[in-house]
């Protein structure tokens, strides 16, 4: 029997780093940077204005208020936009809006609300001294200076940061595409009429949201009988020419395991029995011509979510030229639970501001339970009896709010 993480090392042994690519600014938001980010231009790329109001020469409004306002000839307008050179002349001012060029000569801005709103002549109120209200050239980034560092996940404001830095491609990690076969002859589409005997092919849909919650891509979903020659066409072509082919079921002991049977005469690819609890029975190699990875999750849904957390989010991250190591966090039971001997146990866990607790039966094929947790936690294979208050280690589920997410 192996351990987990001899498990888990022998999976991601089966791939290596993808390539970074290169995305257009809009495709590389929730993307992670392959590569340090570079301004083109200087942020503000010239000095500006940030009022609406009057272009002046500070000296020219020196002791200007309220009652002893300056009076200053306005010498016509510029707009945001206005790509012209103009020069301020001393004794007048221009009238001037957010975001546009500063005159050459002019070191502050007087607020439309400080002034008369004149415009050919103006009587300021106030005195601005030089550098007020005006945005210089360069303040917030330099051309050249790295924005943002490789390995931090593009968020909406870093997005909005690399535009206005004017880098239109970034290159970032790659999404590695993932192919998921569920295997059964009891399997029917969602939505469809069951007859007795039938169950909804529920792993299908989960292992596809479980992908795309990580941050991969989805290239297929398919259903494939208990059908050995079925599978044996399929695994010679498969379509989509994806990273990682993710099968679940037929891999147990039953007398229709047929992944298990297939995939055992081409030699590459190997079923073990894993110590932990759910999920024992697992499986991976590669096969075709292109060498493709394969891992085949056991069908019990909770066995099949339960082994995704533990060795397909690592191997995504292997893909992806990430530390495969899973994240942790730690948190103290706020309720007991016994646990088996032997191996590691996954419990489903609601962690809240108590702590954790079970989320309910934990059974493997109970997927109420399942619905309402937030974490597994990660109980050794010593361990018999987890007490309130002892430390437990988590692993975040893929989704959740609270959870770090597969980068
Ligand atoms: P197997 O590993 O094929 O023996 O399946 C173990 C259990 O998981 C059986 O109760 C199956 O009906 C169930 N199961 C297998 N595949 C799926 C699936 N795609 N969706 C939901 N349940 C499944
Ligand atoms: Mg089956």
Known sequence: MRTVEEHRAALVGLVSALPPVTVGLTESLGRVLAADVVAAVDLPGFDNSAMDGYAVRSADVVGATPASPAVLEVDGDIAAGDTRAHVLRAGASMRIMTGAPMPEGADAVVPVEASDGGVSRVALTLAAEAGRHLRRRGEDVRAGDVVLRAGVRVTPGRLALIAAANVPDVLVLPLPRVHVLSTGDELVPVGLPLEHGQIVDSNGSMLAALIRAAGAELVGVGHLADDADAWRSLLEQVPGEPDLILTTGGVSMGAYDTVKEVLSATGTVDFV????????????????????????????????????????????????????????????????????????????????????????????????????????????????????????HLLPLVGEDSSRGHR
């Open 273 to 392: 029995k894993v110590a932990m609890r759910p999920g024992m029975p697992q499986g991976g190699g590669v096969v075709g011509d292109r060498r493709t990875p394969i891992i085949t999750l056991p069908g019990n849904p909770v066995s099949s979510f339960v082994s995704f957390h533990v060795f397909v989010l690592p191997v995504l991250r292997a893909l992806a030229g990430l530390d495969p190591e899973p994240v942790t966090t730690d948190s103290v039971a706020s309720q007991g639970w016994s646990s088996i001997p032997g191996k590691v146990e996954f419990t489903r866990v609601v962690v809240d501001a108590d702590g954790a607790r079970p989320s309910g039966g934990q059974g493997s094929h109970m997927l109420g339970a399942l619905a309402d947790a937030t974490h597994l936690a990660v109980v050794g294979a010593e361990t018999t009896e987890i007490r309130p208050g002892d430390g437990v």
